[in-house]
């Protein structure tokens, strides 16, 4: 079974609004099975409306619109369907009634506009609307579907939780399970390198290798009668995956590398300092994300300036005269001493140049150097990064809390 997703709104068209429906409702779609191919967007015009119900419903069985449910003249998504599947509106009593005391409780008089949100036709199943005034609906006409939800996605994702979820069951006989795995430290091309064989190898389950935010992550989705069935035809592939890649992975799901270090530091309940120069907070804010981690979070100090260095941290003068600020021994000064102020277990460090300005052929931009203090034991690497000022700053940070990974 195929299906389709049209948002409509000329503020979408326009970038005034993010489309985060279709991507929950691709997400939702998959698990039940059911293939998306295409998702358009549409202003609120009734030709152009008119024409991708008519597109889509030639290639597709199911088409899920959002938006254009609300009370004023542009909101004409389920008029325009209606119209598609030649099937009259009408008033439905329950529905207005519900939008009466939605209205009454919030002590504001009803408008005739939004008596039209209560019109539907008799063929059509009514979606209640718990979070909103604006029910939703689903049309169907010669074995074709379309199902009408609103635009605002704490509404349409109630919607189909509460009543589109079900409906969609009991029209396919199969599910989509698919499993993240997580990776940094590899590139997208050497991760596809590096299990290319198992990728064409497959056709269920199917692996998809992609980028994100200077991760490479796989996804592996298997299509089966039911959840348990597919895990069985995944979990063996995660496996070789693992044997082959499994230094890399920091994480399945929906989960983040800070996430999943954060995690190790407070199982293993080891105390942790950050000292940061240039990526000036970033790793520290990274961690805190993480709800449990102020049990064993110490300090993190922005010491960008030498005086800071030495009066926050005890590096050596000598040192940043010799050396550097940006320099291997400055990074390992910095880790010991942070640990050493606030008595922790951990001690991270951060120095280098994020640019645009301030590099040498000695020192380029984007060289960052990044210590590691754990129980006595200090390392420090050295790393030269490309890209824009923030770009620099998020990839240090990523690589020290990686590094942290794989020490602990």
Do not use: W
């Amino acid at each position: 079974m195929k299906a389709e997703i049209i948002t409509v709104g000329t503020e979408i068209l326009l970038g005034d609004i993010v489309n985060t429906n279709s991507q929950y409702l691709a997400k939702e779609l998959a698990i039940h099975g059911i293939e998306v191919y295409y998702q358009n967007t549409v202003g609120d015009n009734e030709k152009r409306l008119m024409q991708a119900f008519e597109e889509s419903l030639k290639r597709s069985d199911i088409v899920i619109t959002t938006g254009g449910l609300g009370p004023t003249n542009d909101d004409i998504t389920k008029e325009v369907a209606c119209k598609y599947f030649n099937q009259e509106l009408k008033l439905h009593q329950p529905s207005l009634n519900k939008i009466k005391n939605y209205f009454k409780k919030l002590n504001i008089e009803l408008s005739e506009n939004n008596k039209k949100q209560a019109y539907f036709p008799d063929e059509a199943i009514i979606l209640e609307n718990n979070n909103g005034t604006a029910p939703g609906a689903i049309l169907r006409k010669d074995n074709k579907i379309i199902i009408i939800l609103p635009g605002p996605p704490r509404e349409m994702k109630a919607m189909f939780e509460e009543s589109v979820k079900l409906y969609l069951q009991k029209l396919t006989d199969s599910v989509l399970v698919s499993k993240t795995l997580r990776t940094f430290g590899i590139g997208e091309s050497l991760l596809e390198e590096k299990v290319i064989d198992i990728i064409n190898a497959q056709s269920n389950p199917t692996i998809a290798p992609y980028a994100k935010e200077s991760e490479a992550i796989l996804r592996i989705t298997a299509k089966a009668k039911n959840e348990k069935e597919a895990n069985n035809l995944i979990n063996p592939v995660i496996d070789e995956i693992k044997n082959r890649v499994g230094e890399f992975i920091y994480g399945e799901g929906n989960t983040s590398l800070e996430e999943e270090v954060a995690k190790i530091v407070v199982d293993k309940n080891m105390t942790i300092a950050v000292a940061e120069s240039c990526t000036g907070g970033l790793a520290s804010s990274s961690l805190i994300n993480y709800p449990g981690i102020s049990s064993v979070f110490m300090e993190g100090c922005v010491t960008y300036s030498n005086e800071a260095k030495i009066s926050r941290l005890g590096v050596k003068k000598e040192t940043l005269d010799k050396y550097g600020a940006v320099s291997k021994e400055t990074a390992k000064e910095m880790a010991e001493g942070i640990a050493k102020n606030f008595n922790t277990n951990i001690g991270l460090s951060t120095t280098g140049i994020a640019g645009p300005e301030g590099g040498s052929d000695e020192k380029p931009v984007g060289l960052v150097y990044i210590g590691i203090y754990i129980n006595g034991k200090t390392t420090v690497k050295k790393f030269v990064f490309s890209g824009d000022r923030q770009c620099i700053r998020v990839k240090a940070t990523k690589t020290i809390i990686n590094e942290l990974r794989l020490k602990l």
